[in-house]
């Protein structure tokens, strides 16, 4: 089997063993194939270092939970399989996706009544880093209406409506997009949204409209660290329109500025100065681990 972009002998693991990427098969009744029942977390690695695992591994932990499926690891298992994976990837400077599934049961909408194994799965990727120009010149969004389900804090393997708002982006020749939902800001089609607004740090709370990416901890940290106030609350449509910068993060966006919204500058049309005073501290942790 050849897979587009990627080694055939590169090595994935698959239910306890490691194996060419090629010959992982799963039961086509696995629940995560059948009704997307599974969720799935990325570690972004640098030189072989893991970013944040710890955080990565608690919203993998509070995900199991909130879709009732049992964790098939312990702590030191996850940290464990993401060494080994490491370990195998191409590059020491990776992401690494870790994913689980209900498992393999009769088609039923209804939990499996008999106790069934979880289907695990992980693999590396290359990192695409954010490039200079996209550092220093920012990204281009355009809006949309977020019509995704109503429990986007749960990192699903559904991505549907995620899909659809990356290719909308696609479609219009710009980078991302960022949502609404009733009139207020929510994330971007895989990433976590930010404005600054007077020299303030701002973002949409912390609940069931938006994944908390590892980042949203993150980013208040470092505007404290930068002397930045931050405030977590609603924030319309109008309020991103006219912000002095937005900002997009995620494990491979980093932090990026966005420079043009649906066309139009953001502020002065360059990344702000809460963006670049976000950036250097984000470095500086990066160059450190």
């Known amino acids: 089997m050849i897979i587009p972009g990627m080694a055939s002998d590169s090595q994935v693991y698959l239910n306890g063993e490691f194996m060419p990427i090629g010959q992982a098969k799963v039961s086509v009744l696995d629940r995560g194939f059948i009704f997307g029942d599974g969720i799935y977390e990325v570690v972004p690695v640098y030189e072989g270092k893991p970013f944040r695992i710890e955080h990565h591994l608690d919203r993998l932990a ?42 393999v049961a009769k088609r039923d909408h209804g939990f ?30 355009i809006t949309l209406p ?40 929510t994330e971007g089609s895989a990433c976590n949204a930010w404005v600054a607004i007077s020299g303030k740090l701002l973002a949409p709370p912390r609940d069931n409209l938006i994944l908390e ?11 404290e660290q930068a002397g930045v106030p931050f405030e977590a609350r609603k924030l319309s449509r109008d309020e991103v329109l ?43 942790l990066v160059a450190a681990l």
């Open 146 to 185: 977020d019509e995704r389900w109503l429990h986007c804090d749960i990192k699903s393997i559904s991505l549907l409506g995620n899909v659809l708002a990356k290719q909308a982006a696609v479609d219009a020749g710009v980078d991302d997009v960022v949502m609404f939902r009733d009139g207020c800001l």
């Open 112 to 141: 499996p009544k008999e106790p069934i194994a979880p289907t695990v799965f992980g693999m590396v990727s290359a990192m695409a880093l954010p490039t200079r120009a996209q550092r220093e010149h920012g990204l281009s969004v």
């Open 242 to 284: 006219t912000a002095d910068e937005i900002m997009l993060t995620s494990a491979a966006k980093e932090v990026l500025p966005v420079v043009r919204i649906d066309g139009k500058p953001v502020g002065s049309g360059k990344p702000g100065p809460v963006y670049a005073k976000l950036r250097e501290r984000y470095d500086a």
């Open 213 to 223: 990416g590892i980042r949203y901890g993150l980013m208040g940290e470092l505007a």
């Open 62 to 103: 509070r995900s199991l939970a909130a879709i009732r499926i049992a964790d098939p690891r312990d702590r030191a298992g996850w940290t464990s399989l993401v060494g080994q994976l490491i370990e195998r990837a191409p590059s020491p400077t990776c992401l690494v996706y870790l994913q689980v599934t209900r498992g």
